[in-house]
């Protein structure tokens, strides 16, 4: 049973079934990439769409259409219904033998206009909609994907995919998920077929040779208070921002200037949400350095590795903008926005090998957490846009954030306005400080 302040409800979940696919399918073993396996994405992300009923789609079960076009889309992208083994060097493989993706059928007595704002991040009914199936969580030896459906009594329904993170990034993700949608609406073959070639793609050269300076990576020891103390995943609060586009607006008028004509939606509230986070954190150095780590993705990019489409594989770096926390605390917002385009502006291919190299080098290290906050911009990859034959969702994204980590995502808020939520985690006594900088 689910329950808030205001609103209880049931969901009856059935026993979790193993999907396969629907052909058979190679048996085999595949490796990761370099980037793919590296400690940072070794972990599972959580996906949620609520769909509303479509009278165009009734008499059609929305739990059978999904599992039907899954079991198609597995024959192509097959390496999903394996499972994960280590080798060595903490080399990560795919051991491609079809054992299937976990899939959970659920009901919940609940209309999907009654949990209003509950679907948005921090989603408080995550459990409800995306249960956690014991024995299923971990990254080596687990199914690679969790899907749970669950029927709503207004004919909608709300789909929650969990993800390992070392087999696709939300390019991949986004791919996987409209091949689906395409074998839903008849299609015979995915429009983008997949690609695999991880060997090809993203690895360490050889030899291995670290060319770059990779804050993100840096490992600092000192006597001083660490973030990693005052940021305990267990007393941390889960809230969520939305910027309106008159949010966003206010935002660039503090740093109107020629020297920021070009300044993109993302450098704004990334340079906010650094600032705000750090003053509410309250670093008891100013001398100490934090950073921000901003994912970028290598797709489509002029002087980026050759990715084909198609390539599903992690195929992202996130180099870190670099301050003293006093001087980012009291500077203009435009001291951040500049730190922060400095540091997107290092993405080039030889950085990304260097970062490939350095996996190898130092046996795949995770990213530093010791004052950094990592973001991630879902808001132009789709997802907000997955359509199974009930039109758009009322929200999809990712509800996800972990102490360190925060992803944007695309809404439209009860006024109409189309913005952008940010789930965020705090400490309690951070939350206050943080929303009164805000």
Known sequence: MAFSSTLVFTVKRR????????????????????????????????????????????????VGVIREGLAKTL???????????????????????????????????????????????PCPFMEEFLHDVPGSGGIIGCPLLLIQVTRFICGGFALGIRLNHTMADGYGAMQFLNAITEFVKGASAPSIPPIWQREQYLNARSPPRITCTHNEFEQITHNKPSSDDIMDSDKLIRTAIFFSPKDIQALRNQVSSENFHRCQRFDLITACLWKCRTIALHPTDPDEMVRVSIIINARGKQGMPDIPTGYYGNAFIYPAAVSKAGVLCTSPLSYAVHLIQNAKAQMSDEYIKSVADLMVIKKRPKYTTNWNF???DLTRIGIDKVDFGWDNPVYGGCT????????????????????????????????EKFQYEL
């Open 400 to 431: 996800f954030a972990a102490p360190v980590i925060s992803f944007y995502n695309n809404f439209k808020n009860s006024n109409g306005e189309e913005g952008v939520v940010v789930p965020i985690c705090l400490p309690p006594l951070a939350v």
């Open 15 to 62: 026993e979790p079934e193993l999907v396969v696919p629907k052909k058979p399918t190679p048996r085999e073993i595949k490796k990761l990439s370099d980037i793919d396996d590296q400690e940072g994405f070794r972990f599972q992300v959580p996906l949620m769409f609520f769909f509303r009923d479509n009278p165009s789609m009734r008499g059609k079960d929305p």
């Open 75 to 121: 024959v192509y992208y097959y390496p999903f219904a394996g499972r994960i083994i280590e080798g060595g060097n903490r080399k990560l493989m795919v051991d491609c033998n079809g054992k299937g993706v976990l899939f959970v059928e659920a009901d919940a007595n609940i209309k999907i206009e009654q949990l209003g704002d509950n679907i948005l991040p």
């Open 374 to 376: 990592i973001v991630s």
